[in-house]
């Protein structure tokens, strides 16, 4: 009994814990945004959430995304497929390569990126004989974010890809499938829930990024400032309840993306697919 009793507390302490660590973390400062941003009524949060400035953020942040994760999710896609189904020189250092976001800040990413396409940097001079501007420009903003998202999807789908082995795929090329219809009939079912949950975690990545695209954007306001730039710019002006209603754009894209997320979850484990977690 003594044993079945400590297990019991120990089980409640843990509950509580991680309850005050979400509430405290999490809870409590969504409420502050969603208070701050009606601090001064509907009116003016709408007002807020409408300025001409928030439109073009919203767009930009919106447009920076989707070509985020359209080039990761293709990169993610053949770089596992040929991390895990191929022998090859370089393997490794192709996996640690993938890896180099996870261990840089975004502000150091954001700051090479000005070093070799800014003014300075020896790209410079063949992007202005072409009439090509990335730094303080939004292919900069675009490049950046895309260098600190796209090991999110390659690395969801390489541990499944693992898990899986090459048997069935072998199999199918003995019997004369092409490559196209091994992946399009074994491969792909079985990463399916791992390969949209991974885009799900780069679509989160590349809506909230500040450091890297703070550095090479300019902050240059209705055109190259992202939401999370735009918020800092209305924060630095204290205007604080104009920030917290642009900061709740923010926080709903999240909730759709948690949605989505827990859907994909809860799909995987209904079909009896991969665990993407």
């Known amino acids: ?3 079945d009793n400590n297990f019991k ?36 949060y709408t007002n807020a959430v409408l ?30 497929w ?6 090859f020189r370089g393997k490794q250092v192709l996996t640690t390569l993938i890896d180099i976001p996870f261990a840089m800040s975004p502000v150091v990413a954001g700051l090479l990126f000005t070093l070799t396409f800014g003014r300075m940097g020896w790209a410079h001079p063949f992007l202005m004989s072409h009439n ?16 600190v998202t796209f ?17 069935e795929e072998e199999a199918a090329a003995l019997m004369g499938a092409g490559g196209f219809r091994i992946f399009r009939k074994i491969t792909f079912p079985y990463i399916k829930w791992a390969f949209l949950y991974g885009i799900i975690l780069c679509s989160a990545r ?3 990024e500040f450091g890297a695209v703070s550095v090479i954007s300019g902050h240059l306001r209705g055109k190259t400032n992202t939401l999370p730039l735009h918020v800092e710019i209305l924060y630095n002006e204290f205007k ?28 995987s484990k209904k079909v009896g697919g991969a665990d993407v977690r």
Not at 132 to 147: H, M, S, Y
């Open 1 to 3: 009994m003594s044993k």
């Open 9 to 44: 507390s120990t089980k409640y302490i843990l509950v509580t814990i991680s309850i005050l660590f979400v509430l405290i973390m999490l809870v409590l400062p969504l409420i502050v945004v969603i208070v701050y941003a009606l601090k001064k009524g509907l009116n003016s």
């Open 51 to 80: 300025d001409i400035y928030t439109i073009k953020a919203l767009k930009l942040t919106l447009f920076t995304s989707i070509a985020a994760v359209l080039v990761n999710t293709i990169f993610g896609l053949f770089a596992a």
């Open 82 to 87: 040929c991390i895990t189904k191929f022998t």
């Open 132 to 147: 090509i501007k990335i730094v303080f420009a939004v292919p900069g903003i675009v490049l950046a974010t895309i260098f």
């Open 151 to 167: 090991p999110f999807v390659s690395r969801e789908i390489i541990p499944v890809l693992n898990a899986q082995g090459t048997d």
């Open 206 to 208: 590349a809506m909230g």
């Open 240 to 267: 604080l309840s104009e920030a917290f209603a642009v900061s709740s754009l923010l926080v709903i894209m999240a909730i759709i993306i948690l949605i989505l997320k827990n859907i994909v979850e809860y799909k």
